[in-house]
Nanobody, 123 residues
């Protein structure tokens, strides 16, 4: 699978919404678990959400539960992250990642990474 490409980041006020998209190319996208990670200034990379190959299983880190939704479209080879009620602490570079296996919360388990997209939430 080729490198994922993220889009949709930007600057938004607290309480606002953004939708991130990740596009991939190559065959067998449906064989890959997909995830969104983020890296805030001065912090390490953390899992935000992941989704299984068919979308039947999802995971969210506690701080985004009820606000973010991960989804995928296997016909278009894309995965999305809808982010609502954004908070300043959501400010980070967001990365899309994939692995040809079951989903994982560990960044080291993922084989393919996008270049990242900046999300900035102002107070």
């Amino acid at each position: 699978q080729e490198r994922p490409v993220e889009s949709g980041g930007g600057l938004v006020q607290a309480g606002g919404s953004l939708k991130l998209s990740c596009a991939t190319s190559g065959r067998a996208f449906a064989n890959y678990a997909m995830a969104w990670f983020r890296r805030a200034p001065g912090k390490g990379r953390e899992i935000v959400a992941h989704i299984s190959w068919n979308g039947g299983s999802t995971y969210y880190t506690d701080s985004v539960k009820g606000r973010f939704t991960i989804s995928r479209d296997n016909t278009k080879n894309t995965v999305a992250l809808q982010m609502n009620n954004l908070k300043p602490e959501d400010t980070a570079v967001y990365y899309c990642a994939s692995r040809r296996a079951t989903p994982s919360r560990l960044a080291g388990d993922y084989d393919n990474w996008g270049q990242g997209t900046q999300v900035t939430v102002s107070a």
